[in-house]
């Protein structure tokens, strides 16, 4: 099956939820640490989530911490970002992120510099 990338957005409430993803086609998906990132208007890019390779490990933003989870299915070549309790201020595009790189100066699971593929981005908006 052909692989898709990005999916799973959309408009909501406050309160509910959400559970974007990203499908990577490549022949190496467990190779690949993953993230997530949003980037609401007038700002900056943030970091919200990080899995490992082998899904062990995992690492959030103090801003979900609690309400979102990140998972990956390396059979699906596969990772989501399970979002739960959504807050209007979740609103952004959410786009996922890949890297082969180990840790460096500069460049951690919560940094954009770490990252060297990135999807094209789905919108999460959320009304009060």
């Known amino acids: 099956a052909e692989a898709a990338a990005g999916s799973g957005g959309g408009l909501v409430q406050a309160g509910d939820s959400l559970r974007p993803s990203c499908a990577a086609s490549g022949r190496t998906f467990s190779s690949y640490k993953m993230g997530w990132f949003r980037q609401a208007p007038r700002k900056e890019r943030e970091f919200v989530a990080f899995i490992s390779r082998g899904g062990g490990s995992t690492y959030y933003a103090d801003s979900v911490e609690g309400r979102f989870t990140i998972s990956r299915d390396n059979a699906k070549n596969t990772v989501y970002l399970q979002m739960a309790k959504l807050k209007p201020e979740d609103t952004a595009v959410y786009y996922c992120?890949?890297?082969?790189?180990?840790?460096?100066?500069?460049?951690?699971?919560?940094?954009?510099?770490?990252?060297?593929?990135w999807g094209q981005g789905t919108l999460v908006t959320v009304s009060s």
């Open positions: 992120a890949a890297t082969l790189r180990e840790y460096s100066s500069g460049r951690y699971y919560n940094r954009s510099p770490f990252y060297d593929y």
